[in-house]
């Protein structure tokens, strides 16, 4: 069965400090990986994702993740948080030989503190 | 230029109503979804519709129905609501093998 795991539900950082949120998947097929953002009261927002091809992959706002698949994760990284990244984090999981079906991890909500 | 819209964006009505949540994208995508977001932020696939022919229907009551007129447009129509369908609805679309582009979404409060 297909599952997406963010072990962290809360994660506290201080502004400018490096931040990783976790994220390990279950998927039987070659998965596409994506994480998103919900900004209080907002929609989501995709942050980045991975399809296939190099296995550090780029985002917005200056978020990086990097695909282990021996590890079946998928971690998001920020090298300095700002205040402004305060926010709920998803990971995703995805395949197109599951017809574009997506399931979603649990969250992890960010508190930055000046 | 929004992409994916959604209306109303709060709707607050009473037990027992039936109400609708429409949703449109611009983006020419294959795919269209309805999620459903909890009090404690848990995402969870309700239905999905590729040109208009449903492919997923997670296990959800038979009060919710799910239309989709043509590939731009999936509506969500409840019926007999219940306090438990207290949340945050949201529609999604998506390309062939691509990345879901999310509604603003639809705060639901039944009374």
């Known amino acids: 069965a297909q599952s997406v795991t963010q072990p962290d539900i809360h994660i506290t950082v201080s502004e400018g400090a490096s931040l990783e949120l976790r994220c390990n998947y279950s998927?039987?097929?070659?998965?596409?990986l994506f994480w998103y953002v919900q900004s209080p009261g907002q929609g989501l927002q995709l942050l980045l994702k991975y399809f296939s091809g190099d296995t550090l992959v780029q985002g917005i706002k200056g978020f990086e993740a990097e695909f282990k698949r021996s590890q079946s994760s998928f971690n998001l990284r920020k090298p300095s948080v700002h205040w402004s990244d305060a926010a709920e984090y998803f990971c995703a999981v995805g395949a197109q030989e599951t017809g574009n079906q997506f399931y979603f991890g649990t969250g992890t909500s960010l508190t930055v503190i000046p | 230029d929004t992409a994916v819209s959604q209306t109303p964006k709060y709707l607050v009505t009473q037990m027992g109503n039936d109400k609708s949540i429409k949703c449109e994208q611009n983006?020419?995508?294959?795919?269209m979804y309805w999620y459903k977001q909890d009090s404690k932020k848990f995402l969870k696939i309700m239905f999905s519709y590729n040109n208009k022919e449903l492919i997923i229907n997670e296990t959800v009551p038979n009060r919710f129905s799910p239309k989709s007129p043509d590939k731009a447009h999936l509506n969500l129509h409840i019926n007999s609501l219940e306090l438990g369908d207290s949340a945050v609805y949201f529609c999604?679309?998506?390309?062939?093998?691509?990345?879901?582009?999310f509604g603003p979404g639809t705060r639901l409060t039944v009374l």
């Open positions: 999604a679309s998506s390309p062939p093998s691509g990345s879901m582009v």
């Open positions: 998927y039987g097929a070659t998965p596409y």
């Open positions: 983006l020419g995508h294959d795919t």
